[in-house]
């Protein structure tokens, strides 16, 4: 038995360490033009999944959906069939002026204002990446040339709650950088199973505009914003390569 998992329908057949974790299952054909020896491996639900190789490493990328929840799901499932490093390459929304559409959200560590991660811990637990992966990716930017910055985001749960405008304005009064869904949990579930984890944001949402009008330009691929999708599935590439040497 190679140890079938029910969800991402992949095994431990693959042997792979590293895997890149986007939530849409699209953004695996941008990533697959970076990769060499590309394969496609399974596609279920929200979980699609390709490997392929970068400077000669195994790479797997798998797709988590929308939330804690999946992602969640696609932690645990990676774990149990031997991945031992994940970076998340996820979109955010700016709660801070300076950080500019397209720019990368490095997350040292997740508000974790979502439900997933509160299942498995209490709320006082904290969800922080792996310093030594954190660290390849910020070095990685830097060295790539790429706009970044370093900070704290809040993961969350909807963006459609009565009160998102104040939510936003009370996180940002606090020095928060930006918000997605899924960081939190990554990090929560990670650590507590013992998984390297980093999260790179790519900004798609500039501090204070609409929500829905900005993902809909994301989507037609004609701003900024795509831009720094590809900087952040290179600078992830790119620190799997340095914790592998």
Known sequence: ????????????????????????????????????????LAYNREFRSLKGLYKGIEILAISTGIGGASAGIAVEELHN??????????????LQKEVKLGDLVIVNGAVRDDGASKTYIDAVYPAVPDPYLMQACIMSARDLGFPFHVGIARSHDSFYTDREEAIDAY???????????????????????????????????????????????YVDGENLAMEGEKQEIQTALEAFYRISQ
């Open 171 to 217: 996180w940002s009064e606090r020095g928060v950088l930006a918000a997605d869904m899924e960081t939190a949990a990554l990090f929560t579930i990670g650590r507590l199973r013992g998984v390297r984890a980093a999260s790179i944001l790519n900004n798609v949402v500039s501090y204070e505009e609409d929500t829905a009008d900005s993902i809909a330009q």
């Open 81 to 94: 069939i031997g991945v031992s490093a994940m970076i998340r390459i996820g979109s955010c929304g700016s």
């Open 1 to 40: 038995m190679n140890n079938l998992q029910p969800h991402i329908h992949l095994d431990t057949s693959l042997q792979i360490k590293f895997a890149l974790l986007p939530g849409d299952p699209a953004r695996l054909d941008r990533i697959a033009v970076f990769l060499d020896d590309v394969k496609e």
